[in-house]
């Protein structure tokens, strides 16, 4: 009888599972089965463009129905509502429970708000299509707003945090702004754009001279970088900060933290801090059967480091995940998890970026790094056949 192998998640890891186990396993051998809360699957890297309106949402939403077309793998759009690894049963919210052989969980993370007052509550997030297009939105309903009230409420937008996604945001907005601003007849420098990061830098991690380049560019547009300063509570619209300041604003969006899936933290697999721990194969180390993917699993590099989570990392665990699936299921040596690092590009705007790539850390600047950008997306596409999904 054929295995039933079901995967949880259809951002990049648990898509990547399931191609890649569809690759090896006939479909005799195992049944493979997706699910995800929403239809599609979301190019996340891209979310800051689409909550600028700079691209069309069919560029970041790609039909799963389409990617999985003729491969076998039966598609099924829910929330997971629990797992429980002892009964090897998932619960879904419309379709009741399911069982399984083997699990692959990569249901992403969530986004942290640390406990901070009025933070949840009274800031907008940006890890979803769906929250992508609300920014978008929300952003240009105030600056229509403005353009009648003059309520200095309406002008001021703050990002939260100051790490990929809040200056990819933030470099898009501002590239955006005279445009907005001319098309409602807004002076542009009424408009005020604040990123605040608590820790020292912006962008932590980039080499020093990238990020002195990272710097220049935003605050040369228009940017007022806060740093070193921590967002301590959020009354309404006011943003108030450790240093005793606070910043009135109708637009808060939070992009400070990332945390574990409470789905998977409260399932009774072994977890570090809301992700689960896994061994070199990317198996679970409280149960062996349960294969875990993406943001959802902590792994540690060489230097005894746990890895950020990335969309890189978490494309190479799951193909890394659909072979070892199969090889389990052969009985043949499982092989262990290497994540090939390439490189982290960070984007500034429409026309500007840093970045290092390849095993030599190669620094790109400029326009050089947004083509490499561009083009990194483009070949993850093609990889999953997404191009022409874009493209029909
Ligand atoms: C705005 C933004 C920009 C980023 N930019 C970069 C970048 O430039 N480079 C980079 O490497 N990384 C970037 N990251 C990080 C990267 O996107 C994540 O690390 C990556 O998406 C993790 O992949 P994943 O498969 O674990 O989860 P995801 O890609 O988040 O996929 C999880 C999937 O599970 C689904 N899901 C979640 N909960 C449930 C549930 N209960 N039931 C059913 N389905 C559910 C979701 O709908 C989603 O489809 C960025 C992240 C964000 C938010």
């Keep these: 009888m054929a295995k039933q192998i079901l995967i949880l998640g259809g951002g990049y890891g648990g898509l990547l599972s399931a191609l890649t186990a569809r690759k090896y396993f006939t479909p005799q051998e195992a049944e493979i089965t997706l699910v995800n809360r929403v239809p599609y699957h979301q190019i996340v890297t891209e979310l800051h463009r689409l909550a600028v309106s700079g691209l069309n949402e069919g560029n970041v939403a790609l039909p799963l129905n389409k990617l999985l ?7 099924i759009i829910d929330n997971v509502e629990n797992i429980d690894p002892e009964k090897k049963q998932v619960r879904l919210l419309a379709s009741g429970n399911l069982g399984y052989d083997k699990l692959v969980v990569a249901l992403g993370g969530e986004t942290a708000f640390f406990g901070i007052p009025g933070l949840e509550e009274n800031s907008m997030t940006l890890k979803s299509v769906e929250e992508a297009k ?3 939105a929300h952003i240009q309903a105030r600056l229509d707003a403005y353009a009648k009230s003059k309520d200095e409420k309406d002008a001021t937008i703050v990002i939260g945090g100051g790490g990929l996604t809040g200056i990819e945001l933030t470099g898009e ?4 702004l005279p445009k907005w601003c001319e098309k409602r007849g807004i002076d542009r420098s009424e408009i005020k ?3 605040i990061e608590a820790g020292p830098t912006i962008l932590a991690g980039f080499p020093a001279e990238l990020l002195e380049r990272a710097k220049e560019s935003l605050t040369k547009r228009g940017v007022n970088l806060i740093m070193g300063v921590a967002v301590t509570e959020v009354q309404g619209t006011k943003v108030m900060l450790k240093d005793g300041s606070s910043i009135d604003t109708n637009t808060f969006v939070w992009t400070g933290g990332v945390t574990g899936n409470p789905v998977v933290a409260n399932c009774g697999i072994e977890v570090n801090r809301g992700r689960a721990t896994v061994n070199e194969f990317l198996q679970s180390t409280s149960h062996s059967d349960v294969f875990l993917a993406g943001d959802n699993a902590v792994v540690f ?3 005894g480091r746990p890895y950020p989570p990335s969309a890189q990392i978490a494309w190479q665990m799951g193909e890394a995940i659909g072979y070892n699936l199969y090889a389990d ?10 994540f090939v690092n390439s490189g982290v590009l960070a984007s500034l705007g429409r026309k500007d970026a840093i970045g290092t790539v390849g095993a030599s850390q190669l ?3 400029g326009l050089s790094a947004t083509l490499m950008k561009e083009a990194s997306n483009v070949r993850y596409l093609q990889h999953v056949n997404g191009l022409s999904s874009i493209l029909h």
């Design 69 to 75: 077309k003729n491969k076998s793998i039966q598609l």
């Design 134 to 136: 609300k920014v978008s």
């Design 173 to 176: 907005i501002v590239d955006m």
């Design 193 to 195: 754009l604040h990123n």
């Design 301 to 303: 590099g060489p230097e």
């Design 329 to 338: 299921y052969k009985g043949i040596p499982l092989q262990s998890f290497q």
């Design 363 to 365: 620094r790109l600047r």
